[in-house]
């Protein structure tokens, strides 16, 4: 979602009554007159078995509601007229509560007391799936504490098509099995404390430059790749039994996401079995009845077209068109359920706490409804603590995603007792809350900016960590935070026994700027002078660690070779813990097992002609981009095109040595090349018998006092025309219902074990330390269908102590085995042979075997 500032969106735009647009083709490939088909009428939830319950409850609940009521439940209240960034209107008559939805993806936006976890991708690059659920268990406590209902994350777009795109940082990794195992950890953590999280944003949402508005950017992408890449993370989300998506701000294929059919009814609810609601990005929505019929279920924050206007697309609008035909009453009904169901899927309707926190001040007292700029005041921030012991999570988890990249035999640490501590991103700079929502890189690097970031309680320097650290045998340690300082850097390095030199690299969401970093990176250098004041530190110091802070990639070919620099540990965006976490790992306290969830390459050529962010535009509507590469981002592009990294995906290195052996594969299911049939239904979705309330009871009651600036769904003029009204082609003719669909996730046949292959993993060094046994398939060509050299298909952390041997299990699903056929429109296992390798990185492998023939 955007953040504070006004965001001039589409003006002029058809509001809720006026017609749908035409509906746009994803199954075209790369062009710039991509377009996307239509699929109606939006599928009912409640077809999945673990969540009848939920919807038996919500039929109740619903049934008693008047129009009136079910528009406030699907309707933001506006921007900063309740006390989380997005507020639904309640139901007061029937209990149900206005719903708090918050940011965002590592920890709750705008408030105190509580923990700046590590980011999406410092997680990610732990590569421990008993890490992920766990954050997302200490996510879910916090938010739940705070009376959150929607925490508004995990992030698993942008996947990271683009190394040098802004937002990447708030996912887990450029590869979609990597995300999606995080993603769905994530997610079952977060909803076992009581709290929806959502996946987001939904979909081809890669890029910051041209994101919004009339000339949001259209991300044109072909069925295969969209289902292989792109969709795969929200495909584990729906499988994980996540409660609300949230759709993206851009178009896709010159459909804006938010009133694409095709994703939201067609793939979305239809295929993925989808089962909770749809939210828009914050002023994502660009139509009225366009997206309702398509799928959007909830519009945030309510407001309309241009930020804070107040003019809401659903509100008054949308029983406007209840009264006059222009949205049936079933769909209503449906995105009313799909809200209701969530709330009680996971328990809130049994003692969630109300919202205990402001967004908009920190002051104990203020204004109840913070964006009518008027009384009433009321106690807003009851400063609830939310932490519990989390730090100590925090801090193991940043450890733990460092990659140690180069060593020299430097790392660990002796305690040496002359220690240099050179760069910005090594100090306190002017505070880590110095910039509204981080937005702006000075100071030691800990999180991005934008909407997914946090307040910092406090942020453990290195510094102030390594001081502590050398204290306890006596060490000493000099530092220059001045990165312009050079000459006084190479003076002062020259008399140390180890130097540190940090740089970093920073971005973030597209409303903020800092320096000439518009959201997305400009290009992939070290920022604040980086490589210039690493080479000054090397050329004076006997011995150099660099450490590196950055949202994704830097090149690093001006001094990674240099037998100068001795060591590098590539740190990520680590949080609050940040100086903790690196001291365990310099000293040893902690052996590095972190591995890259990206590729670092010599230069941003060598991701290909496509990885490039566009910063110009070049259409003559919006601005296009076309995903030519198709499977082939990241570790995938190198492979086929022969390309050497820097250092691939997967890569981390260890303060001891490991040992792969004793491979075995057995097959324990069918290679047939497509799955079963689409099953039946589990249950059947609710029915109503809703009908038009009297125009004269959608009208404001008598004596009714409004709160200035609140987003209502009653009506001024009641005076209203009713139909027809030319519902888009085909709505009325129910689409072809996916045969790859049939659950939540999918046709459960996907989720099958095809095949179980184990190895044993030995430690052969001298400590204790973790390794990242990796799996990645071999496809090869088939014919005339293309594939990737080899895709990450598992993946397990595991700790051993000296000497110590434990098996490594894989279990290949037929889902992991299997391509989308866009003209059977299905998962299909590949004729020919399969093959796979296990190793430590996407390069290195250790063990390699075959896995038969298909049909």
């Known amino acids: 979602m955007v953040g504070l500032t006004n965001v001039l969106l589409l003006a002029g735009a058809a509001g809720l009554a006026a017609a749908a647009p035409t509906e746009l083709n994803v199954r075209q490939s790369g062009a710039s007159a991509a377009t996307s088909p239509s699929w109606y009428p939006a599928p009912s939830g409640g077809t999945a078995a673990s969540w009848a319950t939920a919807y038996t409850k919500a039929q109740a609940l619903v049934s008693q509601m008047t129009l009136l009521e079910k528009v406030n439940i699907t309707t933001g209240t506006g921007w900063s007229m309740g006390p989380c960034v997005g507020n639904t209107g309640p139901v007061p008559r029937l209990g149900f509560p206005s719903l708090c939805l918050q940011d965002g993806p590592l920890g709750v936006r705008f408030a105190d007391k509580i923990t700046s976890w590590p980011a999406g991708i410092t997680i990610g690059g732990t590569w421990d799936k008993d890490l992920f659920h766990a954050r997302g268990v200490g996510l879910g406590s916090e938010f739940h504490a705070k009376g959150v209902h929607i925490a508004l994350g995990p992030a698993m777009g942008p996947l990271g098509r683009m190394p040098a795109a802004g937002r990447n940082w708030e996912g887990f990794g450029s590869d979609p099995y990597l995300q999606g195992i995080a993603a769905a950890e994530t997610i079952k953590g977060i909803q076992s404390q009581g709290v929806v999280a959502t996946a987001k944003h939904y979909i081809g949402n890669e890029q910051e430059h041209f994101r919004q508005g009339p000339a949001a950017i259209s991300s044109n992408i072909d069925d295969r790749t969209l289902h292989e890449v792109y969709l795969w993370p929200f495909q584990d989300s729906v499988k994980a039994g996540v409660g609300a998506v949230m759709c993206s701000y851009n178009r896709v294929n010159n459909s804006a996401a938010c009133q694409n059919s095709y994703l939201q009814n067609g793939i979305l609810k239809d295929e993925l079995g989808f089962q909770g609601f749809i939210m828009s990005d914050w ?223 920073d971005a973030g969401e597209g409303y903020l700027s800092w320096q000439d970093v518009n959201g997305d990176r400009p290009n992939l250098k070290a920022q604040l002078g980086g490589d210039d004041l690493i080479l000054a530190v090397a050329g004076a110091c006997k011995t150099t660690v660099v450490v590196v802070h950055s949202v994704g990639p830097i090149i690093m070919e001006g001094w990674v070779r240099s037998h100068k620099v001795d060591g590098i540990l590539w740190a990520h965006l680590p949080g609050q813990e940040s100086g903790n976490s690196l001291v365990d790992v310099l000293w040893g306290a902690v052996n590095p097992s972190g591995k890259l969830p990206y590729t670092i390459g010599k230069s941003l050529e060598d991701y290909g002609p496509t990885a490039g962010v566009l910063y110009q535009y070049n259409g003559t509507t919006s601005p296009q981009q076309d995903f030519t590469e198709g499977l082939l981002i990241d570790y995938r592009y190198f492979d086929k095109k022969g390309i050497t990294p820097r250092y691939e995906f997967g890569f981390g290195l260890s303060y001891t040595t490991f040992e792969f052996c004793d491979l075995n594969i057995l097959r324990t299911g069918s290679m047939e090349p497509l799955p079963k049939p689409r099953p039946a239904p589990e249950v059947t979705p609710p029915k109503y018998y809703s009908k038009l309330p009297r125009p004269s009871e959608v009208g404001f009651p008598p004596g009714f006092t409004k709160i200035n600036r609140m987003i209502y769904p009653y009506l001024t003029n009641t005076n209203i025309t009713v139909g027809p009204y030319p519902y888009p082609d085909g709505y009325n003719t129910s689409a072809h219902k996916s045969e790859a669909g049939g659950a939540e996730g999918g046709n459960p046949a996907l989720w099958e074990i095809v095949y179980t292959i184990t190895h044993t993993l030995r430690n052969t060094g001298k400590v204790a330390g973790a390794d990242v046994s990796q799996l990645y398939v071999n496809y090869g060509s088939k014919g005339t269908i293309e594939f990737p050299e080899s895709v990450l298909r598992g993946f397990e952390k595991v700790f051993l102590q000296p000497g110590e041997s434990k098996t490594v299990t894989f279990k290949l699903t037929r889902r992991d085995l299997s391509y989308w056929d866009v003209t059977k429109q299905n998962w299909v296992i590949p004729s020919g042979g399969l093959g796979f390798s296990i190793g430590q990185s996407s390069r290195i492998f250790q063990l390699r075997g075959n896995l038969g023939y298909g049909f």
């Open 283 to 505: 002023l994502a929505q660009m139509s009225g009845v366009a997206s309702v019929l398509a799928g959007m279920d909830m519009t945030m924050p309510g407001d309309g077209l241009v930020w804070d206007d107040r003019h809401s697309l659903l509100g008054p609008n949308l029983t406007t068109a209840a009264m006059n035909s222009s949205v049936p009453l079933d769909r209503i009904d449906d995105m009313v359920t799909r809200i209701v169901a969530t709330w009680y899927q996971f328990g809130q309707d049994n003692g969630h706490p109300e919202p205990n926190f402001s967004s908009w001040t920190k002051n104990t007292t203020g204004f109840l409804y913070y964006g009518s700029n008027e009384p009433p005041n009321a106690t807003v921030n009851q400063h609830v603590e939310a932490r519990a012991d989390h730090a100590t999570l925090a801090r193991k988890i940043a450890a733990e995603a460092i990659a140690l990249l180069k060593n020299e035999d430097v790392l660990p640490l002796k305690k040496p007792m002359k220690i240099g501590v050179y760069g910005s991103d090594a100090g306190p700079g002017d505070g880590p809350n110095a910039c509204p929502d981080r937005g702006c890189n000075q100071g030691t690097l800990a999180v991005g900016w934008g909407s997914g970031a946090t307040d910092f309680e406090y942020l453990v320097t290195p510094l102030e960590a390594i001081q502590k650290q050398a204290a306890t045998y006596g060490g000493q340690v000099s530092s220059i935070l001045n990165n312009t300082k050079l000459d006084d850097i190479k003076a002062d390095a020259k008399k140390q026994d180890i130097c540190l030199a940090f740089v970093n690299a």
